[in-house]
Each structure stands twice: as C-alpha cells, then as structure tokens.
Nanobody, 120 residues
Framework: QVQPVESGGGLVQPGGSLRLSCAAS????????VGWFRQAPGKAREFVAS????????DYADSVEGRFTISRDVAKNTVYLEMISLKSEDTAVYYCATILSGSRVASGSWGQGTQVTVSS
C-alpha cells in the first residue's frame, strides 16, 4: 500500500505562495491517480486537486482553480501542489492520497498532513 508523506507547509501572508510535496513510501504512485485534500478546523476534509499517473488530466476544486497547480515527477515518485495568491480560507492541513479513478474520492492511506496557515 502506498504511504504518502506530505511536506512544504508553513505560515504565509495573504497573497503569498507555497509549494507542497507528497512523496510515496512503501510503494510507488505509478499507475495511481493522486490528489490533494485539505481539512480546516471544524470542517470536513475536502478535495483540492488531482492528477493522473502520467501527469495529465488535472482536476481542481472550483475554490482553487486558477490559483493552484498540481504536477508530478514520476521519476521522483512525488506529487506537488503549487499554490499562489493564497487566501485566509486556504488555511488547513493538507493531505495527499491516491484517488479512485474517475472520482474525487480518496483511496488507500492518508499521510500525516502538512499545515498551511495564511495570515498577516
């Protein structure tokens, strides 16, 4: 089973940017669609973005479309989430996971997550 390991979170001012990384341990992400999710305090975990195993067909939640970019480096077995124009409402713990094909539903294990805080 693939075990994701997220990193790259931190404190950033509104309008700032961050790049999150998700590395796979245990097994590779090969042939899996991989996605990012986030969970803000007191709220349910929500889908953010996903990408196919080949790096094609990105899918984004409406709330991040145009500001976030998902990509992957197959050779490094890593998926990235580039975030720009960050807003306070982007504050959350960000997780990555494999995605059920054709859906926005996570499958497999969750990582420990990485905290993103957008605040002045």
């Amino acid at each position: 089973q693939v075990q994701p390991v997220e990193s790259g979170g931190g404190l950033v001012q509104p309008g700032g940017s961050l790049r999150l990384s998700c590395a796979a341990s245990g097994r590779t992400f090969t042939y899996y669609r991989v996605g990012w999710f986030r969970q803000a305090p007191g709220k349910a975990r929500e889908f953010v973005a996903s990408i196919s195993w080949s790096g094609a067909s990105p899918d984004y939640a409406d709330s991040v479309e145009g500001r976030f970019t998902i990509s992957r480096d197959v050779a490094k077995n890593t998926v990235y989430l580039e975030m720009i124009s960050l807003k306070s409402e982007d504050t959350a713990v960000y997780y990555c996971a494999t995605i059920l094909s054709g859906s926005r539903v996570a499958s497999g294990s969750w990582g420990q997550g990485t905290q993103v805080t957008v605040s002045s």
